[in-house]
């Protein structure tokens, strides 16, 4: 089932004198199945952020819409944006966000908080997950107390503790050395076997070739995709591999 719908989504930036203008996305259409585990990749100023910020209702198109679960983005209200994104989208991001002052147990179940959730259901979310990521036993501690594999977990505990439609996560691994980023890897492949739906965007090959499906952004359009079938993540890797070099050595969509 259909969760996801970008159709011919477009993006100019005007220069504050009115002057110079950027075609940051030039037409991307594409969808995105529940329960799938998409990666977009694509070097610096191929369009990746702008696209993951009109995702995120934190930026609109100038042209072309964005559909999660059949509702346009652009018929949700402004007043109510924020609850819409709390409901239906978690976000984990490449510098946690996590708040100091705050312990893990807070952090991830702030959310909820704002979402006004009873706190017996609070807690037995919180448990749930928590189990599932490994960090139950971290949950009093605050944010400068752990290691940065065991903060991207917590931040991916409070992403996944909404029950939201989709998770779109911003280079999640790019603060995080070897171990970490494979433990979180790990993490989100769980998710997903889970039926979590995901979309991530990465520079790393490694995290793409968890992915089942691939979406390679170049120039402000979807230039190219590759789909795992019945390939290992090692053998993803290498056509990953394959096909940022096409990228890179301006070949033609294949």
Known sequence: MEILKVTDLKKTYTSRMGGAQVQALKGVTFTVDSGE???????????????????????????GSVELDGKRLDTVKENELAAFRRNNLGFVFQEFNLLDTFTLRDNILLPLVLGQMSVREMEGRLQEVTSMLGIKDLLN???????????????????????????????????????SSAELLRVFSRMNENGQTILMVTHSVDA??????VLFIRDGVVFHQLFRGHASN???????????????????RR
């Open 37 to 63: 585990y998409v990666a977009i990749m694509g070097e610096s100023g191929s369009g990746k952020t702008t696209l993951l910020n009109i995702l995120a209702a934190l930026d609109e198109p100038t042209s």
């Open 141 to 179: 501690k605050y944010p400068y107390e752990v290691s940065g594999g065991q903060k991207q977990r917590a931040a991916a505990a409070r992403a996944i503790i909404t029950n939201p439609r989709l998770i779109l996560a911003d280079e999640p691994t790019g603060a995080l050395d070897s171990q």
């Open 208 to 213: 793409a070739s968890h992915a089942n499906r």
């Open 234 to 252: 090692e053998e993803l890797y290498k056509k990953i591999s394959d096909t940022l070099t096409m990228l890179r050595t301006g070949g033609d």
